[in-house]
């Protein structure tokens, strides 16, 4: 990567970590509110339909990015809150899969059948889990919303799932997303789960790079721990976790 | 009415694409972007009158660009389009850029702005 070219600038102070968390929402919410500004304006004036079209997809796109970047702010700020409940139930993998794909995929502008779904035994899918929904779901939004947006468009976005049942402890659940590398390139691996941190060209779409960091923490505070590498050209996140029991109690 | 060419530094490809079809609409010549090093190509093939400049670029950001543009193009107008906050340091102006506007600029005000500049940077060559 070239070196980082700065003008002169004063240095700057440390600031609290919600401050930091307000200036970068507000900061990154501008790209997509530029966006709507213009096309607002096009839009009225446009006298085609197929610049119309246009100018429409890209206004969705940028309400979806503002929606992204709100989400994942204030998912940050209730998590180091203390106020992100695990939510913990009992529920199938296919009841929480089913409207999360259809949301990324609405809001991606991709047919639902872009993200495909392996189950490793026909029955994984409906046999009932314990465990936390809202983390498990942070968690897929964000590594399948990253593949869907990072990847080259209209290439397959894939997610594996495989239950292992073990006869005296409590069953696990494996995850592997995989996707193509797109034009952004693939992150570092060693700097991937760090807070803020985005591929060299990820600016090229809206993001905050919080996205990963706080996917990590909520799999670390479900005793796991998502890993990512390579295989075949395809980048690969996985993760396992461990039924809790207790939790749904 | 003369057509001014523009350049547009943006990476974000949303914004870059968003700037380059609404001043084409406007009746500008426009290019698009995303690095410092891509403006140099871009002005290796043909001159602009006026640059419209992101401030956070990866690589080199817009103000060292400016600053550069500057030295090599005296007339040529910079415009710079930043989301920087008030009272941040990198917000902070610096003189070789002509116009400041703040994300999300309305529509009216950028096309305004640029075609103000390029019309001073032309009397200017003309008076030279």
Redo the contacts between chains.
């Keep these: 990567m070239?070196?980082?070219?700065?003008?002169e600038?004063?240095?700057?102070p440390a600031i609290p970590a919600q401050q930091h968390l307000m200036?970068l929402l507000?900061?990154?919410i501008?790209?997509?509110?530029?966006?709507?500004?213009?096309?607002?304006?096009?839009l009225a004036?446009a006298t085609n339909p197929a610049q119309s079209a246009?100018?429409q997809q890209?206004l969705q796109?940028?309400v979806a990015?503002i929606v992204d970047i709100l989400d994942s702010c204030n998912q940050v700020s209730r998590f180091e809150g203390g106020t992100l409940s695990p939510e913990p139930s009992v529920f199938a993998p296919e009841s929480l899969l089913s409207p999360l794909i259809a949301s990324l995929c609405d809001a991606a502008h991709a047919p639902p059948e872009r993200i495909v779904v392996r189950y490793d035994q026909a029955q994984d899918a409906s046999l009932p889990w314990t465990g936390s929904t809202a983390y498990l779901q942070i968690i897929l939004n964000n590594l399948l919303g990253n593949a869907l947006k990072y990847a080259p468009p209209e290439s397959p976005v894939a997610l594996q799932i495989g239950r292992l049942p073990w006869a005296d402890q409590p069953a696990q659940l494996q995850f592997a997303v995989r996707s193509a590398i797109g034009p952004a390139g693939a992150p570092d691996p060693a700097l991937v789960f760090e807070r803020h941190y985005r591929a060299?060209?990820a600016?090229?779409?809206?993001g905050t790079g919080l996205g990963l960091w706080l996917s990590q923490q909520l799999a670390l505070a479900m005793g796991s721990r998502i890993h990512m590498g390579q295989e075949g050209g395809q980048l690969v996140f996985w993760f396992t976790l461990t039924e809790d029991l207790a939790a749904a109690r | 009415m003369q057509t001014y060419a523009i350049v547009i530094v943006e990476d974000n490809l949303a914004v870059q694409e968003a700037l380059c079809d609404h001043l084409r609409e406007q009746g500008f010549d426009v290019r698009g972007v995303d690095s410092g090093a891509a403006l140099d190509a871009a002005l290796a093939q043909a001159s602009a009158h006026a640059l419209v400049l992101d401030l956070n670029l990866p690589g080199e950001d817009g103000h060292s660009i400016a600053l550069r543009m500057r030295a090599r193009f005296p007339r040529m107008g910079i415009l710079m389009l930043s989301a920087a906050l008030a009272g941040a340091g990198a917000g902070a102006r610096q003189p070789q850029v002509d116009v400041y506007l703040r994300k999300p600029a309305q529509a009216q005000a950028l096309t305004d702005a640029l075609r103000a500049l390029c019309e001073a940077g032309s009397a200017l060559a003309t008076r030279r």
């Design positions: 070239p070196p980082t070219v700065r003008s600038r004063h240095p700057e200036d507000v900061h990154e501008k790209t997509p509110l530029t966006v709507i500004a213009l096309g607002s304006k096009a004036q246009v100018w890209r796109q940028a990015d060299p060209a600016s090229r779409f809206s």
